[in-house]
């Protein structure tokens, strides 16, 4: 029997790094040294952004009106620690970092490791674009695009604590949000899924329908014979082991 997927999609927005350089055109600039970071200035996490599929909502948190970060995470790590996929562009090696970066410095417990889906990954991994940026693929298979920002929202943000520019921000990660989720329903099909809420293996792991045909059966260049089948519900494909699902065909026939 199918159980149901918690599903996450998730952004966040960071603060830059300031620090001394001399001309941005050094090549020495590649390898800026820790002691060139000015210090003093507020470094973090300046928002969240996230909604759950299924859902309609997206929701928000912000750093406090001290620029720290520590509340929000509190909020925030439970509701990541609760989801059974986490769907982000780019995330493995950024946001899940940052967050995790930022929950050690505040001392505050996370899992370690979380089944992921990166559309950045993926994209790369499955298909040619001109680019790979949320905001180019957005655009691409839905018409639609991130919201306009430039580095003076950071700054109005960071260095002049305006609430104004912190909520256009919030405005901006909840779109990337509402844009990741429609770039990854569209790419979903053509993927394979990391994880599943099917009963059975012949199951469809993204819907959980028994509406599955058998598409064809192969061998890999390791000797391992495989099944794939397609979903004629939701139209996703998945792939078993093939002494697993003829395993599981005798126990029926039993």
């Not at 928002?47 to 859902?55: L, V």
């Not at 089944?115 to 949320?134: A, E, G, V």
């Not at 059966?217 to 014979?225: K, N, V």
Request: with cysteine; charged share 25%; glycine share 6%.
């Amino acid at each position: 029997m199918a159980s149901n997927r918690r599903r996450l999609f998730f952004d966040i927005e960071t603060t830059p790094i300031p620090v001394w350089v001399w001309g941005l055109h050094d090549k020495a600039n590649a390898h800026i040294s820790h002691k060139n970071i000015i210090p003093g200035f507020p470094y973090g996490i300046i928002c969240i952004s996230w909604k759950w599929a299924g859902t309609k909502v997206v929701k928000s948190l912000a750093w406090d009106g001290r620029q720290n970060d520590k509340k929000m995470l509190q909020e925030f790590i439970p509701v990541l620690d609760g989801a059974d996929e986490i769907v982000f562009q780019g995330g493995n090696r950024f946001d899940i970092p940052w967050v995790r970066g930022r929950a050690i410095y505040h001392r505050l417990p996370m899992r370690p490791r979380y089944i992921t889906n990166d559309t950045l990954t993926k994209s790369r991994q499955k298909f040619w674009f001109p680019s790979y940026r949320l905001d180019w693929m957005g655009n691409y298979l839905l018409g639609d695009n991130k919201l306009p920002t430039s580095m003076g929202l950071w700054t109005a943000i960071v260095e002049n604590r305006c609430q104004t520019s912190l909520n256009k921000m919030v405005r901006y990660c909840k779109q990337d949000v509402r844009l990741l989720e429609g770039v990854f329903d569209v790419m979903a099909p053509y993927i394979e899924p990391v994880s599943s809420i099917a009963g059975d293996i012949s199951c469809c792991p993204e819907c959980g329908s028994a509406r599955t045909v058998a598409r064809k059966e192969y061998r890999t260049a390791a000797g391992h014979d495989r099944v794939h089948f397609v979903c004629q519900d939701c139209k996703h494909p998945h792939t078993v082991a093939k002494s697993r699902y003829d395993k599981a065909k005798s126990k029926a026939a039993a």
